[in-house]
């Protein structure tokens, strides 16, 4: 179970960010808070094993919070949570110890795969990454409709179509090995095949 805290001063955005999460048996919330001060106080008497946190709050923005969190509760990862694809925001963020960073318009699988890296000690913290979060796909919204298949799902599939391996796959998206191997399971279920010839064979079905 990976216990998480929340702070976001939009309090809708951080409801709907933790009923999403909630969904996922792993993922347990332990609080939400409106700006870094609550949050911290909170910690110091709970723990938890990921911090998600908005930049921009009042009393103590996300810095504060990375500072604060890197400085006396080591054994917590931070994800930012941000609006923006900023490389030098990204950056400061890298800097002062964030151990992820995602964009709130980013598909949802994207914020839980990178919180179970992130907890599991498998992200790749990367830019270009970030950027790739943000990118339209003209298929995306007819086949997450039909089968459930988020932006990410769809980009590994056309990848695994090309006869990309697991480890070729990861390194263009940035990932790990292990949390594409999480993700072609996923996909495997969803298109119900069982075999890379199958889903290859489902994929060229689908016109995917």
């Given amino acids: 179970m990976i216990r998480i805290a929340l702070a976001d001063d939009h309090k809708m955005f951080a409801k709907g960010i933790a009923s999403l999460l909630e969904e996922d048996d792993d993922f347990r919330i332990e609080g939400i808070f409106s700006n870094g001060l609550e949050l911290l106080e ?36 931070v994800v930012v949570l941000s609006m923006y694809d900023d490389e030098a925001i990204f950056l400061k963020c890298q800097k002062l110890g964030a151990d992820a960073y995602v964009l709130k318009n980013a598909d949802s699988d994207e914020l839980i795969y990178t919180i179970k890296e992130v907890n599991e000690g498998n992200h790749i913290m990367s830019f270009q990454k970030v950027l790739q979060q943000n990118m339209d796909d003209a298929y995306s919204d007819h086949y997450k409709q039909k089968f459930k298949l988020s932006k990410r799902e769809l980009q590994l599939v056309r990848m695994i179509k090309q006869g990309m391996t697991n480890k070729e796959v990861a390194g263009e998206l940035h990932l790990s090995v292990h949390t594409v191997d999480a993700h072609r399971k996923k996909i495997h279920a969803k298109l119900g095949v069982s075999s890379v010839a199958e889903l290859v064979k489902k994929a060229i079905e689908l016109g995917i």
């Fill in 42 to 77: 909170f910690l110091k008497t709970h723990e938890v094993d990921v911090v998600l946190t908005d930049m921009n709050m009042p009393f103590l923005d996300g810095a504060g919070v990375i500072e604060s969190v890197k400085r006396f509760i080591p054994n917590s990862k």
